[in-house]
Antibody, heavy 123, light 110 residues
Framework: EVQLLESGGGLVQPGWSLRLSCVAS????????MSWVRQAPGKGLEWVSG????????YYADSVKGRFTISRDSSKNTLYLQMDSLRAEDTAMYYC????????????????WGQGTLVTVSS | QSALTQPASVSGSPGQSITISCTGT?????????VSWYQQHPGKVPKLMIF???NRPSGISDRFFASKSGNTASLTISGLQAEDEAHYYC??????????FGGGTKLTVL
């Protein structure tokens, strides 16, 4: 059974940093691309970032480019999202999502989602 | 990156059919066959319903049908059931190498 377990969320002040983690199980982690998708309270879904199965390809939404960094550690079956210079508008539930193939992180669908970790940016 | 345009809400009675539209541009929906649809019940995680414009993952009911014409993708749900009441989001690959979602549509089963 595919499981994705996010952690690392919390309440931080504007300008601070936070690192989210997503531990994957139930599939061969290195064989699948992964993404982060967020959802502000009461709002819709917003794609944040994606990474290929090899980790060689990374992609970002314009709203986070230059501030967020996605990475993965296949030895730990873990996906990360380093979030720097956080802003109030980054407040959201952050979901880790598995892509259905090793490549094509931007064109392939998200077939499994974690339960999410809540990030709140407020002074 | 502009979100794709979806109606804020649609409604239908049990047994009826409804269609949710998702309008983009030639740089996203119209330019590629990489449109997917997700269902999200309140307080729950999104669930993949459709990928590559019109394909259903295994386990998804054939009451869910999707298509695309020009810059607009559509999701049709036939034989509406109470359990279909949820938010529905479309998503598409874009020419700027990103993914964009629609604003979401709340489906109410009357």
């Amino acid at each position: 059974e595919v499981q994705l377990l996010e952690s690392g969320g919390g309440l931080v002040q504007p300008g601070w940093s936070l690192r989210l983690s997503c531990v994957a199980s139930g599939f061969t982690f290195s064989s699948y691309a992964m993404s982060w998708v967020r959802q502000a309270p009461g709002k819709g879904l917003e794609w944040v970032s994606g990474i290929s199965g090899s980790g060689g390809g990374t992609y970002y939404a314009d709203s986070v480019k230059g501030r967020f960094t996605i990475s993965r550690d296949s030895s730990k079956n873990t996906l990360y999202l380093q979030m720097d210079s956080l802003r109030a508008e980054d407040t959201a539930m952050y979901y880790c999502a598995k892509v259905d193939r090793i490549s094509g992180v931007l064109i392939r669908p998200f077939d499994y989602w974690g339960q999410g970790t809540l990030v709140t940016v407020s002074s | 990156q502009s979100a794709l345009t979806q109606p804020a809400s649609v409604s239908g009675s049990p047994g009826q059919s409804i269609t949710i539209s998702c309008t983009g541009t030639s740089s996203d929906v119209g330019g590629y066959n990489y449109v997917s649809w997700y269902q999200q019940h309140p307080g729950k995680v999104p669930k993949l319903m459709i990928f590559d414009v019109s394909n259903r993952p295994s386990g998804i009911s054939d009451r869910f049908f999707a298509s695309k014409s020009g810059n607009t993708a559509s999701l049709t749900i036939s034989g509406l059931q109470a359990e279909d009441e949820a938010h529905y989001y479309c998503a598409s690959y874009t020419s700027t190498n990103t993914v964009t979602f629609g604003g979401g549509t709340k489906l109410t089963v009357l």
